[in-house]
Every structure is written in structure tokens, then in C-alpha cells.
């Protein structure tokens, strides 16, 4: 399907933000369940896991959380990475080809445990909505679609905060660069309590291999990690990015076609969909070392488990997590 951004108009290098519009939403979707087991840890002691004991946070297990906002986050070019804010600070980050062979960040936040700025925000894409699926109806902040995308948003168990529903809240009055103070948009629509994306968190398994780095590629970007001895410093594009994260996941997934062409660069540009449920292989990397696991979500509405060789949960480390979402 060809396609336009709606968007405010005017071009050139500082371009409008695109606009969304306000969705209609259906039934939030059930709850996970909470699921314990026991796993060998790295001295070959059992250790109970949980995927969140009571009152803690799901997402990365600091704290407790708050209520849930995702926002989307433009990653493209060593202009765009100069400004990036409140990643460091996110629970999740997901690293998501788009157009181009580029890429964007989804960072996902608690209201316990926000930054006082996120940005620069850009524009949703297919793959958000069945990926963000999975935590309910929480607050999605980004600062347009393309046209064909707008119905597909309306349909999504999602709130919308866009520049067009909510101008205010948008830096610029969502004109690039744009900014969202989270607090701000969480105070406006309180959205719905953290919801487990499927992660288990406790002490490392047996096993392991050791790897201090590793960088992945997409056609037109990459990313890399590096551990510091505690936790993982994060390089975009080669440039510094963050540092801070607990665990990262490369999860192997399918990256397809979507089906939308977008005309904004004045050329068609055929989007991506990079498909998030169905299962496959994942590499998850903490405390300076990767195991092999087995990545599961046949249902859109429930989160992602990780497993290795022999059925058991892979467990992560308590502090923010890193998606790499890689073919």
C-alpha cells in the first residue's frame, strides 16, 4: 500500500513532527500470570526465580512500578544520537529496524521511575503495535504515523499521545526535535499498571560463555555492548550511547516486508514489519557472559519467555534490559 505521513506541512531538514490522532480503544487484554520456578544458579544451587514477586517491579525488577508508557524514539544519524534523552533511564529499550535498513528505539517507562525528558520522539510503525500488545493499554507517545498506519492505531489496545491529540505536551508544539516529559503525560492519562513482558529475573544459571562485547548490524545501523564489570555500556551507530543496562537480549526474529511505502524522503521507501510473536532463538547477555535460549510468544497479548536447552526460564538480571531485534 503507498502512503503519506500526516503531518503538519513544510519541509527541509527541521520537518514537522507527524501527527497521529487520538484511538478508539477495545477491552484491555487479561493479565499474565505470575510464574515461579527454580533453576540452577552459576554455583549449580537451586535458586527460586520469578517472573515478579509481589509488588515488585515487572519490567526490571527495581523497585516497584508505576503505571506504563512507551515512547518512540528517533535514532537516526550522529545529530539525532547527540540528543537522545532518558534512554539510560528506560526499563526496556527495543532496538527496531525500520525503513532503510534504519533504526528507532521503543523505550518503555514506570511512573516510579522516570526522566524528566525523553526524546527526540518520531513516528509509530506496524511493529509497535503488536509488540506493545503484550503490556495492555499503557500510554504510547510518538509524534505521527503514516496515513494508512492511522486505523490500525485506532484499533489498537493503545492511548495515543500524539502532537495532534496533545500539542502541549510536545516540545516545539511536536515540530523536530520534540520532547515529551513523562511525567506530564502520565499525569494526563494515567494509563494501567505495569504488566510483565514474560521476563524472570534472579541469580545467573550455570553456564554460560564469557563475552565482554558484541555488536549487531542492520542494513544501515548497529549497535554494540560492552561490559564494564558491572553492567553494559551501549554504543549506537559506533557513538557512545548509554551505559546502565542489565541485560540484553538479541532476539532473532523475522523482518518482513510492511505494508506501507512511505514517500517522505521524496522517493518510495518500502517499511518494515519485524514480526514479535512466534518463537526462535535468542542470546542473552549479563554479568560478562551469553547463553543460548529459545524465545516463545505464540499469543500477542501475553509477554515473551526465554528458555534454555532444558525447558527451564533463562533468568535476567535485576536492573534495565536491552531488545536487540535482529533476524
Not at 135 to 141: P, Q
Not at 220 to 239: E, I, K, N, P, W
Not at 259 to 284: I, K, Q
Amino acid at each position: 500500500m503507498t502512503d503519506t505521513r500526516v503531518r503538519p506541512g513544510g519541509g527541509g531538514r527541521r520537518r514537522p513532527a507527524r501527527f497521529g490522532r487520538t484511538i478508539a480503544a477495545l477491552a484491555a487484554a487479561a493479565g499474565l500470570l505470575a510464574v515461579q520456578a527454580c533453576t540452577p544458579t552459576s554455583s549449580g544451587q537451586p535458586a527460586r526465580t520469578t517472573s515478579a514477586a509481589a509488588g515488585a517491579n515487572p519490567l526490571d525488577n527495581v523497585g516497584t512500578a508505576g503505571n506504563t508508557l512507551a515512547v518512540k524514539i528517533d535514532n537516526v544519524g550522529a545529530g539525532v544520537q547527540a540528543l537522545h534523552r532518558g534512554l539510560a533511564q528506560a526499563d526496556i529499550v527495543y532496538w527496531i529496524q525500520v525503513e532503510g535498513g534504519l533504526s528507532r528505539f521503543l523505550a518503555v517507562y514506570d511512573a516510579n521511575h522516570l526522566p524528566a525528558s525523553v526524546g527526540p520522539v518520531r513516528s509509530a510503525r506496524q511493529t509497535d503495535i503488536p509488540l506493545l500488545q503484550q503490556y495492555g493499554r499503557l500510554d504510547f507517545a510518538y509524534s505521527g504515523a503514516i496515513s494508512g498506519l492511522l486505523p490500525l492505531l485506532a484499533a489498537a489496545d493503545l492511548q495515543s499521545v500524539t502532537p495532534l491529540t496533545d500539542p502541549g505536551l510536545f516540545t516545539n508544539r511536536g515540530t523536530d526535535p520534540t520532547f515529551v516529559d513523562p511525567h506530564q503525560v502520565l499525569a494526563r492519562y494515567p494509563s494501567v499498571p505495569a504488566r510483565s513482558p514474560g521476563f524472570v529475573f534472579g541469580a545467573a544459571p550455570a553456564g554460560g560463555t564469557a563475552l565482554d562485547a558484541r555488536t549487531w548490524h542492520l542494513p544501515a545501523a548497529s549497535l554494540g555492548v560492552r561490559f564494564d564489570g558491572s553492567t553494559y555500556q551501549v554504543t549506537v551507530d559506533g557513538r557512545p550511547g548509554w551505559s546502565g543496562t542489565a541485560t540484553v537480549v538479541a532476539q532473532h526474529v523475522g523482518i518482513v516486508p510492511g505494508l506501507f511505502t512511505d514517500h517522505n524522503a521524496g522517493h518510495p521507501d518500502n517499511e518494515v514489519f519485524t514480526r514479535t510473536t512466534g518463537s526462535g532463538r535468542a542470546e542473552v547477555l549479563r554479568d560478562g557472559k551469553v547463553w543460548d535460549t529459545r524465545w516463545s510468544r505464540p499469543d500477542p497479548a501475553a509477554g515473551t519467555s526465554f528458555t534454555l536447552a532444558d525447558g527451564t526460564p533463562m533468568t535476567f538480571a535485576t536492573g534495565p534490559v536491552l531488545m536487540v531485534m535482529v533476524p
